[in-house]
């Protein structure tokens, strides 16, 4: 009897200890799954790093460069180039805004806006307010657009008291305001708006002359070949994104922008996206 009482408290003994084994397991475990649980809670609610929101000013009234197709949609060689930029700078995102060119360097100044895209050329003028990127994203030439049966005129001299139309603030202006310093206006700048697209109808009807046109733009403004590039080149230049001068904010973007620029150059996406909105590659060598 004894021995029977015995064996019962040694099997109730080994059940007790058994058991504070078991509880102390689960403890441990418990607590690996609270720590667990808790590390989850804080990746869980950590935030990501936030994308710097970059503004970007650009146009609408520009054939195949930046415009409205037949949807509305905002597109062309400056603004789809731009959203590959954007793909390839993760620390950033592009979000353009519209308007017309003209506003488009003073809403640069007074931060409205955080780089202008508009197929801008750099010049010595613009050097001395505003800052540029240095990996040049396209080069082109400007020459003087006539009417194609206009054989009178090959350079500047010959627009003395003529017409020029020319976009308000663009590179083409620029060119004509140089020569009027120099020579007592003798050219009549007429100014465009920078969503007028009727220079082939302007010249070709004789309300004026001629424009200045950089090479691609031809057959963009002039799909029914009224007009023709005549004489010799009046300048050359590369294009360039246009940021605000001494701004170590935006000298941050224009570096990492040139980064981009160069792997699209050498992965060929540059070259194509050129060839498929201007119509040929414009990015290959830098104007000279």
Not at 85 to 94: M, Q, S, V
Not at 225 to 235: D, I, Q, V
Request: glycine letters at 6%; proline letters at 2%.
């Amino acid at each position: 009897m004894k021995k029977s009482i015995s064996l019962v408290f040694a099997s109730i003994l080994t059940l007790a200890i058994a058991g504070c084994g078991n509880n102390s397991n689960n403890a441990a475990n418990s607590g690996q799954t609270g720590n667990t649980a808790e590390a989850a809670s804080a990746n869980a609610t950590a935030e990501p790093a936030k994308a710097t929101k970059i503004i970007v000013g650009t146009g609408t009234g520009f054939p195949q460069v930046c415009f409205l197709d037949e949807n509305g949609k905002l597109t062309g060689f400056d603004v789809e180039l731009l959203k590959e930029i954007d793909n390839r700078l993760p620390d950033y995102e592009f979000d353009f805004q519209t308007m017309d060119f003209s506003n488009l360097l003073l809403s640069l100044e007074t931060k409205k806006i955080d780089l202008v895209a508009h197929v801008m050329e750099k010049n010595p003028e613009r050097e001395l307010k505003y800052s540029f990127n240095k990996e040049a994203y396209a080069h082109w030439r400007n020459r003087i657009v006539v009417a194609k049966d206009n054989n009178e005129v090959q350079t500047l001299d010959d627009l003395k008291g003529k017409k020029a139309l020319v976009g308000a603030t663009s590179a083409q202006a620029q060119i004509l305001e140089n020569y009027n310093k120099e020579h007592d206006n003798a050219i009549n700048i007429v100014y465009q708006s920078g969503t007028a697209n009727d220079a082939a109808d302007q010249i070709s009807t004789g309300r004026v002359d001629a424009t200045l046109a950089a090479d691609f733009v031809l057959p963009i403004i002039d799909p029914q070949s009224k007009l023709k590039a005549t004489g010799p080149e009046l300048s050359s230049a590369d294009i360039l994104y246009v940021f605000r001068k001494d701004d170590a904010d935006s000298q941050k973007l224009s570096d990492a922008i040139d980064g981009a620029i160069k792997e699209l150059k050498t992965d060929g996406t540059l070259g194509k996206l050129s060839t498929e909105w201007l119509g040929a590659d414009v990015t290959a060598d830098s104007a000279k």
